[in-house]
C-alpha cells in the first residue's frame, strides 16, 4: 500500500550520518576488523600463489601472483560488501530494530538505503587497500601506479551493494543468505576471471559471467593494478554503475514496503 | 485539508489532527475512521484494550505507515508526504525498545542525536543533561544489555528528548516497570508536560491515564468510542458507587439486580454492582453478613471496563 514518489527515491545528508554511525560501530571493532581484512588475502596468496606458482608459471602474460593479488583487489571487495549488505544489515533491520528506531527521526528510507550503500562501498575500499598492502609488500604490484585501483573498489563496492542489498527485506531468516551465498556469491567468485582468464570457460559461462557485476571490476581492477591498458573502461564502468543505480532504486522500494508495513 | 499551506501555522492550529483516517491489514480495519485533535501542551492519552490500534495510530502518525484514506497533519505537515519534517520535531517512545546494542548508553544518545542533524559540539552538554534527567549518568559508558529494562525505558525516554521536541510520543511508556520506576517516570513527563510540551501517550494502566492526562480517548476496534478529560468520562459512563463481590451465589445476584437503579456486571470472577444510591446495597448487605463486599468510588477503570466490556482478545 506504500505509493513512493520521486522525492522518496532522494537521499538526503541524513544518509551521512547513517553512514556515520556504521564508521563509528566499526572503529570499536576495528582491530579485530584490520586482523581479517589483511589475514584473508595474506592466506589466499600464500596458500594459492605459491601453491600454484610453480605449476601455472604465468597466466594470461603474468606472473601467477600478480595475476591472482590483481584479482584478489576485487573479489575481497565482493566478500566483504556481501557480506556487509546481508547479514550485517538484516541484523540492523531484523533483531536490532536500528532502522525502525532512525525512521522515528527525521531520516527516511532513501537515507538508510544510501547510507549503507556507502557504507558498504567503504568497507570494500577498506579490504581492497589491505590486499593493495599486502599485495605491495610482496613486490607483486607497484606504487603509486597501482593506486587507480582505489576508486575502482568502491565502484565495485557500490555495484556489490546494490546487487546484494535488495535481498535482506525479503530475508525470514539469515539461512536465506546461504543459500545466496552458495548459490551465487561463490560461483561468481570461481568463474569471474580471479584466478583464470574467462576465455578459458566455455561460451554460456563466459555470456553468464559477463553479465555478473565481478567479471566487469576485475576487468577494470586488473590493467589498473599491473599498468596494462584498460580495455572497453566506460562498458564495466557503466555495468558496474548499473548495478549501483538499479540496486538503489530496488531497495528504496523493498525497504520500504518492509519497514513501512 | 492538504490543500492549506504550512509555511504558517496560526497558534490556534492543533498540534496532531486526524480525519476519518482508515489503515487496513489483511482486509481488516484496524483503525477504522479515526479522528481526533490534539491540541498545544495537552497531555492526551489514548487508551484502549489489546488490538484496538493504538500503535497502529501512531505509527501513522510518524508517517511509518500509510493510511488507506483520511487525512493527518501534525505540526501543520502533511502526513505522510511530509512525515520527515514532523518528525524533526518529535520525540518518540516505541512500545517496544529499539536502543542500538553496537552502542554504549552515551553513544546511544549522541549517535541518535546526529540523526536529527544537531552538530556534535553542542552535543556533550545535552547528553549530560539527558543522562542526569534519565539518572543514568553513574551508567553512561555501559552496554545496552547491561541495563535493567526499567534504565532501558529510561534511556529511551532520555533518547526522545535529544532533539527538544515540542511533541513528545510515548507508546506504553511504563509498562513492565516497578512501581518505583513508574513513579520517576511520572515526574519526569510531568515535568515535560509543564515546560509547556505537548505529550501524547497510551497505557493500559488507568490510574496513569487519570494522573497525567489532560484529555483521554478511549478506543476500541479502530474507533473513538469515548472522548473528554478523566473526570467528565467518570461521571458520563460510571455511576458513583461502585460494590466489589468476590463471590456471589445465584439467589444474591439475583437480589441485587433487583434492587432499583442498581446495576450488576462479572468481570473475571468478581461481581461488581454499579449505583448512584449507596444506601439500598448497603442496606440489603445489612442482612448478609457473612457477604464479603468491597465499597468505593468510580473511577477510570469502571469506564474503561463498561466500555470495552467483552471476552478477553488476542
Ligand atoms: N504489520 C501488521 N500486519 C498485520 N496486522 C497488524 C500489523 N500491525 C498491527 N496489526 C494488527 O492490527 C491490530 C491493532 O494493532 P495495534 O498494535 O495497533 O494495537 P494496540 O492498540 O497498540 O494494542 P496493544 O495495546 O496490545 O499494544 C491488531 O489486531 C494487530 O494484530
Ligand atoms: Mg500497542
Request: some cysteine; proline content about 6%; hydrophobic content about 45%.
Amino acid at each position: 500500500m506504500i505509493e513512493l514518489t520521486a522525492s522518496d527515491f532522494r537521499p538526503g545528508r541524513g544518509s551521512l550520518a547513517v553512514w556515520r554511525r556504521n564508521v563509528r560501530v566499526w572503529r570499536k571493532l576495528i582491530r579485530v576488523s584490520i586482523v581479517l581484512n589483511f589475514g584473508e588475502p595474506v592466506i589466499y596468496l600464500l596458500a594459492l600463489g605459491y601453491g600454484l606458482q610453480r605449476f601455472v608459471g604465468a597466466m594470461d602474460g603474468l606472473p601467477y601472483m600478480v595475476f591472482l593479488a590483481s584479482g584478489l583487489l576485487v573479489s575481497a571487495v565482493m566478500h566483504t560488501t556481501a557480506f556487509e549488505a546481508m547479514y550485517s544489515v538484516y541484523t540492523r533491520m531484523e533483531p536490532q530494530k536500528t532502522y525502525q528506531a532512525i525512521l522515528a527521526t527525521p531520516l527516511r528510507v532513501a537515507d538508510i538505503v544510501a547510507g549503507e550503500l556507502l557504507w558498504c562501498a567503504t568497507k570494500g575500499v577498506i579490504a581492497s587497500t589491505a590486499i593493495l598492502i599486502v599485495a605491495g609488500c610482496m613486490g607483486l604490484i607497484s606504487f603509486p601506479g597501482a593506486l587507480g585501483v582505489i576508486p575502482v573498489a568502491f565502484l565495485t563496492g557500490l555495484a556489490f551493494a546494490g546487487f546484494v542489498m535488495p535481498l535482506a527485506p525479503f530475508a525470514r531468516s539469515y539461512d536465506y543468505f546461504s543459500y545466496f551465498y552458495t548459490l551465487v556469491i561463490v560461483p561468481m567468485f570461481m568463474c569471474s576471471g580471479v584466478f583464470y582468464p574467462i576465455d578459458s570457460l566455455p561460451a554460456a559461462g563466459q555470456w553468464a559471467a559477463s553479465l555478473l557485476p565481478l567479471y566487469h571490476a576485475v576487468e577494470l581492477a586488473r590493467p589498473l593494478a599491473t599498468q596494462a591498458p584498460l580495455s572497453a573502461p566506460l562498458v564495466h564502468g557503466l555495468v558496474l554503475l548499473l548495478y549501483a543505480g538499479a540496486g538503489y532504486a530496488l531497495s528504496v522500494r523493498f525497504y520500504s514496503r518492509r519497514l513501512l508495513q | 485539508m492538504r490543500g492549506r499551506s504550512s509555511v504558517c501555522v496560526p497558534v490556534s492550529d492543533p498540534v496532531i489532527e486526524f480525519a476519518h483516517v482508515v489503515k487496513q491489514y489483511d482486509g481488516r480495519r484496524v483503525v477504522d475512521g479515526l479522528s481526533l485533535r490534539i491540541e498545544q501542551g495537552q497531555c492526551f492519552g489514548l487508551l484502549g484494550p489489546n488490538g484496538a490500534g493504538k500503535t497502529t495510530a501512531i505509527r501513522m502518525l510518524l508517517g511509518m505507515t500509510h493510511p488507506e484514506s483520511g487525512s493527518i497533519r501534525v505540526l501543520g505537515h502533511a502526513v505522510p508526504e511530509q512525515a520527515h519534517r514532523a518528525r524533526a520535531g518529535m520525540g518518540v517512545v516505541p512500545q517496544l525498545d529499539n536502543l542500538d546494542p553496537d552502542f554504549s548508553v552515551r553513544e546511544n544518545l549522541s549517535v541518535y542525536a546526529s540523526f536529527f542533524g544537531l552538530p556534535d559540539n553542542t552535543l556533550d552538554d545535552r547528553v549530560d543533561w539527558l543522562l542526569e534527567f534519565a539518572e543514568l549518568t553513574h551508567k553512561q559508558h555501559a552496554r545496552i544489555g547491561e541495563l535493567s529494562g526499567g534504565m532501558q525505558r529510561r534511556l529511551t525516554l532520555a533518547r526522545a528528548l535529544v532533539n527538544n521536541p515540542g511533541l513528545i510520543v510515548l507508546d506504553e511508556p511504563t509498562t513492565g516497570l516497578d512501581p518505583q520506576v513508574r513513579h520517576v517516570m511520572w515526574s519526569r513527563l510531568r515535568d515535560l508536560q509543564q515546560s509547556g510540551k505537548t505529550l501524547l501517550l497510551t497505557t493500559h494502566y488507568m490510574e496513569e491515564a487519570e494522573r497525567l492526562c489532560d484529555v483521554l480517548a478511549i478506543m476500541d476496534h479502530g474507533r473513538i468510542i469515548a472522548h473528554g478529560s478523566p473526570a467528565e468520562l467518570v461521571r458520563a459512563h460510571c455511576e458513583r458507587n461502585v460494590f466489589e463481590f468476590p463471590r456471589l451465589d445465584a439467589p444474591q445476584q439475583a437480589a441485587l439486580d433487583a434492587l432499583p437503579e442498581v446495576r450488576l456486571e462479572r468481570s473475571g470472577t468478581s461481581w461488581y454492582a454499579y449505583t448512584e444510591q449507596a444506601d439500598p446495597v448497603h442496606d440489603w448487605a445489612a442482612g448478609h453478613p457473612q457477604l464479603r463486599m468491597l465499597h468505593r468510588h468510580h473511577n477510570l477503570e469502571d469506564v474503561f471496563l463498561r466500555l470495552t466490556r467483552r471476552d478477553l482478545r488476542d
